[in-house]
Structures are given as C-alpha cells and as structure tokens.
C-alpha cells in the first residue's frame, strides 16, 4: 500500500461562500498545529479570501484518511514597474510525521506552467515573504534564480526595487527603517529548541545566508525575496525534484518507506548530529509566500 499522502486540489474561485468557510475551518485545525500568530480569521483573510484572480488550495490526507497539510497558490494580475504581470503568493504547511511524502511541488509547478502557458506575454513571479529558513533552502535548493541568494549579493537594483513595489503592495510593513528585505508576517512556526539549534546550527550555505539576512524569523519577519518564473526555471526545477527524489518517491508509492532503527543501547552514548538538515524539513514552507 502507498506511503504518499494523498492530494486533493480545491480551485476557491468556483466554491461557494459555505464550501469557502467549511474548508477554511478544516484547514485551521493543521494550521494551528504548525504555526502561531494568526487566529481563525487571520488565517481565512490570507489562505482563503485573498482577492486573486485565482486561488488552488491542495490539501493532504495521509493514507489513514487524516488531514496532514495544505499549500494554497494564489495568482495575482497586475503591474509591476509598468508591465504587465502574473505575481503568485503561497501558504503552505504540513505536519512533521508527513514531510516529505507527497508530490505538491510537482502539482504546483505543473500548475504554473499551465499559467505561463495562458498568458505567455505577461511575465511571472513568485514573491515571498519566508518566515523560517526551512522555506528560503527548500526554494533555493530547486529554484537557483531566487533573490536574495547567498552567491549574488547584492540584489541589484532594478531587482530590489521590484521587491519594494510588491511589499508595498501588500502591505508587508518594515521591520527596520534601513533594510526593505525584512518585513513582519507574524507567521511563527512552532519548533522545539532542538530543532531550532539544527537549523541555526546548519553548514548550508542557503540556510546560514537566511538566517543571517533575517534572524528574526521566530518573532514573525520575513525575509522578503522574489523568483522570476519562466518556462525554463519551472521546467529545471521539476526535473531536479523528480530526480533527486525519485528513490523515495518510489519507496512510498511502494508503501515501502519503512525505514530500519538500529535498537538504542543506553548504555552506548549516540551521537547528535546538529549539522545536517534533512529534506524532510524542507518542505515545510510556514509561511506567506
């Protein structure tokens, strides 16, 4: 039996009002599980009633039938610096025992090609607002052309001001006067302090430019940062998921995914590993994207 959690995508610009609030109250009670700082109608202004031109919510049940996560794309048309253009946003957020078993990404990518497809002559972007660093290396790790980036430092100019407009534009208020990449969310994702000594302890260096760019990330800011969305960037980021994830994929499609435990002898010290970030982190993505 399959291991994957199974998909289900809900487009929000063909459901009632009713079916709009049933899922949305569904939704919070994983929501609130992963994150702090928005309550119920918080949570329904951004995930479900964001004036978009289209919204998709995929949500995730586990093989047992139970709720496990969601990731909402939304599509915004408008100008940007004049010219017309798709700007996508996104929430996303699964619970730890399910990371790294499902196929969203591929969904969602599939999706924005889709878009790109519809309106070629419009350019697309993702702007994103990444409330804990699992998100800026999950994005970084698949989509290379992401700004700000650890090896192209600064943004340039024309780049940065395009981050400027859109965090202005939805209404993303600076944390500090001086610095336009640090706006407040006030998404916080709930983590143990071990988990949280992982990731500031990481020796990736995707993870150590974030955190050093917004280490204020567990009081709600996010660091502002923007992906240029062509036919080339979407279809490189597929084939690099597809392919470094094509082992497990096919464990847990299997139902093969039942990973041996070496027995703890308590008498033996085990060694912590705090370096490491595994991809099962990865995809969490807390935050509005």
Not at 119 to 133: E, G, I
Not at 190 to 217: M, V
């Amino acid at each position: 039996m399959t291991s994957l959690s199974r998909t289900t995508c809900h487009a929000l610009h063909e459901m009632s009002l009713a079916e709009r609030e049933a899922l949305a109250r569904e939704l919070y009670t994983v929501h609130e599980q992963i994150f702090t700082g928005l309550d119920f109608q918080g949570f329904r202004q951004y995930v479900i009633d964001r004036p978009s031109w289209r919204t998709w919510v995929y949500v995730r049940h586990n093989p047992a039938g139970k709720l496990v996560g969601y990731t909402a794309i939304h599509a915004f048309l408008r100008s940007l610096q004049g010219k017309a253009a798709t700007i996508v946003r996104m929430e996303a957020g699964t619970l730890r025992e399910a990371r790294g078993r499902d196929v969203t990404m591929v969904y969602g990518l599939l999706r924005l090609m889709r878009m790109w497809l519809r309106y070629p002559l419009r350019r697309v972007y993702m702007f994103a607002a990444l409330t804990h660093p699992s998100s800026y290396t999950f994005l970084a790790r698949y989509v290379p052309g992401i700004w700000p980036h650890a090896e192209r430092h600064p943004v340039p100019t024309k780049v940065m001001a395009q981050m400027e407009e859109l965090a202005e534009a939805f209404h993303l208020d600076r944390v500090h006067g001086d610095n336009p990449l640090v706006r407040q969310v006030n998404w916080v994702t709930i983590e143990s302090d071990e988990e949280r000594a992982r990731w500031q302890n990481s020796e990736r260096i995707d993870t150590r430019f974030y955190i050093a760019q917004n280490p204020g990330y567990g009081e709600g800011h996010g660091l502002v940062s923007l992906l240029p969305l062509t036919m080339t960037a979407l279809s490189r980021a597929l084939a690099r998921f597809l392919t470094l994830r094509a082992t497990r994929l096919a464990r847990l499609t299997l139902g093969a995914d039942q990973r041996k435990r070496t027995p703890v002898n308590p008498a033996r010290p085990q060694a912590v590993r705090v370096n490491a970030v595994p991809g099962n982190d990865a995809p969490t993505m807390p935050q509005q994207l």
